[in-house]
C-alpha cells in the first residue's frame, strides 16, 4: 500500500494567497494601460467602461473564491500530495483568469471570450469541489468536528457556480449577450443549494444567535 504523504497546510494557503494576490492585481492592468487621450474625459472613460465592469466581476469572482478557499482549509486539519496537486490545478485556474478578464473586456461580443471565461470559471469550480471531495471523503483530511451533512452541503454550495456557468457554453455560440445574462443564475442556483439543507441553516441560525444545539 502507497503511503500517504503529508503535507504542510500552512505552506499550501500561505503559497495559495500569494497567486490570489498576484492574479488580483493583474486583474487592472488592462485599466492602468488604458491610455486616455486629450479631449473630453467622460467619452473615454464611456469606452472603458467593459473593461471596468469584467474587472469587477472578476474581482468579485476572486474575492468569493479566496473567501471559500480560506473556508475550506479551515476544515482541514492535514493535507497531502493529491490535494497539493487538486490545489495546484484550482491556482492554475485563479492565475489565468486576468486574460480571460482582459479578453473579454475588450471583445465581449466575441463567443470565444465569452466561452474562455465561463470555462475558466468552471475549471475553477470544478477544482474548488473537487477538493472538498476528496479531502472530507470519510473525513480523509478533515477537522473531527465536520459532520456528514456539513460535508454534503459544501460540495453542493462549490458545485452550484459550475452548475450555472456550464449552460453560458452551449449558449455562447448562439448570443454572447444571452450567455454572460445566463451567469446571473448563479443567484437562484446558489439558493436552491442552501434550501437543501435546512438542518444546515437552522444550525448556523442557532449558531449566530448564541443558541446551543441540542440536537
Given amino acids: 500500500m502507497r503511503r500517504r504523504v503529508e503535507v504542510g497546510l500552512e505552506r499550501i494557503t500561505f503559497f495559495s494567497d500569494g497567486v490570489f494576490a498576484i492574479a488580483i492585481t493583474l486583474l487592472v492592468l488592462p485599466l492602468t494601460d488604458a491610455e486616455i487621450g486629450p479631449g473630453p474625459v467622460a467619452p473615454q472613460l464611456v469606452e472603458l467602461l467593459p473593461r471596468m465592469l469584467t474587472f469587477a466581476l472578476s474581482f468579485a469572482v476572486i474575492g468569493r473564491y479566496w473567501t471559500v478557499h480560506h473556508q475550506l482549509f479551515a476544515r482541514f486539519d492535514r493535507a497531502d500530495a493529491r490535494m ?3 490545489n495546484l490545478g484550482y491556482l492554475f485556474g485563479i492565475a489565468f483568469l486576468p486574460f480571460p478578464t482582459s479578453l473579454l473586456g475588450g471583445h465581449g461580443d466575441s463567443t470565444a471570450a465569452v466561452v474562455l471565461y465561463a470555462a475558466t470559471l468552471v475549471v475553477i469550480g470544478s477544482f474548488s469541489a473537487a477538493m472538498w471531495a476528496y479531502g472530507s471523503y ?4 478533515t477537522r473531527a468536528d465536520v459532520t456528514p451533512d456539513e460535508a454534503r452541503h ?3 454550495n462549490g458545485l452550484a457556480p459550475v452548475v ?3 449552460p453560458s457554453l ?3 455560440p448562439l448570443s454572447p449577450t444571452w450567455a454572460m445574462l445566463s ?3 448563479t443567484i437562484p442556483v446558489s439558493a436552491v443549494a442552501e434550501r437543501l439543507f435546512p438542518e444546515h441553516r437552522a444550525a448556523r441560525a442557532r449558531a449566530q444567535a448564541g443558541t446551543p444545539d441540542t440536537a
Avoid: C, E, K
Avoid at 138 to 141: A, D, F, M, T, V
Fill in 84 to 86: 497539493m496537486t487538486l
Fill in 183 to 185: 451567469w446571473l443564475l
Fill in 138 to 141: 470519510r473525513g480523509r483530511l
Fill in 170 to 172: 452551449v449558449i455562447a
Fill in 154 to 156: 459544501t460540495l453542493v
Fill in 164 to 166: 450555472s456557468f456550464l
